[in-house]
């Protein structure tokens, strides 16, 4: 871990990340991606020192409210969080101002902050994205080795709720591609000949069983009250809502 100081925290679509890089290691991570030039080890995570009072003179200035994204290229809840408390520091900061918060993450540890989420939703809107990778906890620590356990998402979830799917299978781009090989050659052996055949060098490699898998996604999903329409899941992400908003789209359990 290594502390650097940022010029901006917003995003143009108000994202914002206050940590670059991972110490998740997960083997199929987009965020490894040569696009996204993190010029240094992914793992020593680069922590922007200045985000939090950068994030608060934002907001100081914003002149209309918006939905703030969090988590898009590094989990708010890394292992390097629990010390720090940048993220819990930065939802104080939202909920202080009275923006609405949307967070991804594939850590159960998200609950810490389940008092500020219940706050912000009952002035605004808040939304927790939860990655859930596979049912086999084996093949999870395998692919996936200091994340929560699968079943630990689940008890999340049980709290937290929504789900949105793009599909079976994974995205794979230069830099993340390789890294992702490197790992199935050495836990997998021959499964990055068949990922190659199948895939070639496609950005989207989706399981042969795509199509019927979603089919059963999206069944039990109807039949269990799930909203799981990405096209209204995403409407709903960005869309800012004050006091008065509505019961019918609410991915956030009120206990």
């Keep these: 871990m290594h502390f650097t100081k940022a010029k901006g925290i917003l995003s143009s679509k108000n994202g914002m990340n206050l940590f670059r890089g991972c110490t998740h290691g997960c083997i199929y991570c987009d965020s490894r991606s040569k696009c996204y030039q993190m010029n240094h080890k992914f793992e020593d995570v680069e922590v922007k020192e200045n985000g939090i009072?950068?994030?608060?003179?934002?907001?100081?200035?914003?002149?209309?409210?918006?939905?703030?994204a969090l988590g898009s290229m590094t989990d708010p809840y890394i292992k390097e969080e629990l010390k720090l408390n940048y993220t819990r520091q930065a939802l104080e900061i939202v909920n202080k101002y009275g923006f609405g918060i949307t967070l991804i993450t594939k850590s159960a540890n998200v609950l810490r902050d389940l008092d500020l989420f219940k706050e912000i939703n009952s002035k605004t809107k808040c939304v927790i994205q939860m990655t859930l990778t596979t049912y086999d906890e084996e093949l999870c620590k395998e692919i996936e080795p200091n994340v929560s356990t699968t079943k630990e998402r689940v008890e999340a979830l049980k709290i937290l709720f929504g789900i949105i799917c793009f599909g079976m299978g994974v995205t794979l781009r230069e830099g993340n591609r390789e890294y992702f090989y490197s790992h199935l050659d050495k836990k997998f052996p021959k499964l990055k000949e068949r990922y190659i055949r199948e895939y070639g060098n496609n950005y989207v490699a989706n399981s042969v069983n795509n199509k019927k898998l979603m089919g059963v996604f999206h069944e039990f999903c109807g039949r269990n009250g799930i909203v799981h329409d990405n096209e209204a899941i995403f409407n709903y992400l960005g869309l800012f809502e004050g006091k008065d908003i509505s019961k019918q789209l609410s991915f956030f359990d009120e206990v």
């Design 53 to 68: 009072s950068l994030l608060e003179e934002s907001l100081k200035r914003k002149r209309k409210k918006c939905m703030i």
